[in-house]
């Protein structure tokens, strides 16, 4: 369903202890890229190659380029493969011994990774190679504790609808860390509609992902 806007009237105050303590760490990037492709049968979508590099590096190559750091990529189904597939680009690499639990156990072992070493994460997902660059940087800069702007997710002008990816303040990676089976990030953006807000991007990226070869 459609987010809230931020800004509304019904904003709690912060409470002292929810600001990020001490001096501001940066923003990391959590890449999910630990799933089997079960629609596409013996191949790895993941690792079928578009305009000549594999989509799962096509897919991390923009949160490289926003500056994200440290930027870890989960990987599960042929972690190997994968591992490889982006090694060129200097990201952080974190298995996921569970990814056939479902996404929610790839997101709890990346944010264990990133824990600790930031003041919030963009998680983006390994099968969406046509997101822009800008796009994260509009998603980083929208994020505003001190506006109560906690969880930022691009959105284009006319769609109800937000897309990928999403930025999380560390406030809530415990809430992250604790989601169940195939229930991905959204979960918690819909608890907390008033520490959300929407970044407008034009960027069709946002919402394309690939399921099947017919998506490419």
């Given at each position: 369903g459609e987010w809230p806007a931020h800004g509304s009237a019904a904003e709690p105050a912060m409470t002292p202890d929810a600001p990020l303590e001490g001096a501001r760490r940066g923003v990391a990037g959590l890449l999910l890229a630990a799933g089997a492709s079960r629609r596409m049968g013996e191949r790895h979508k993941l690792l079928i190659e578009l305009d000549g590099r594999p989509l799962v590096a096509r897919a991390a190559a923009p949160l490289v380029e926003a500056g994200l750091s440290p930027l870890v990529v989960v990987t599960g189904h042929r972690g190997d493969e994968v591992a490889a597939a982006v090694g060129e680009l200097g990201?952080?690499?974190?298995?996921?011994?569970?990814?056939?639990?479902g996404q929610a156990s790839s997101l709890a072992v990346g944010?264990?990774?990133?824990?600790?070493?930031?003041?919030?994460?963009?998680?983006a997902l390994g099968d969406m190679?046509?997101?822009r660059a800008e796009t994260v940087r509009a998603v980083v800069?929208?994020?505003?504790?001190?506006e109560n702007r906690l969880i930022c997710?691009?959105?284009?002008e006319g769609e109800p609808r937000t897309g990928h990816p999403v930025l999380f303040s560390?406030?809530?990676f415990p809430e992250l860390r604790r989601l169940t089976g195939d229930v991905g990030a959204r979960e918690v953006v819909r608890r907390h509609p008033e520490l959300s807000a929407r970044v407008p991007v034009d960027d069709p990226g946002i919402h394309r992902d690939v399921d099947t070869t017919a998506d490419l």
């Open positions: 990201v952080e690499l974190v298995h996921n011994p569970e990814h056939r639990r944010v264990a990774a990133v824990a600790g070493r930031c003041d919030a994460v963009v998680v190679p046509w997101i800069a929208a994020y505003s504790p001190a997710a691009p959105v284009r560390s406030r809530f």
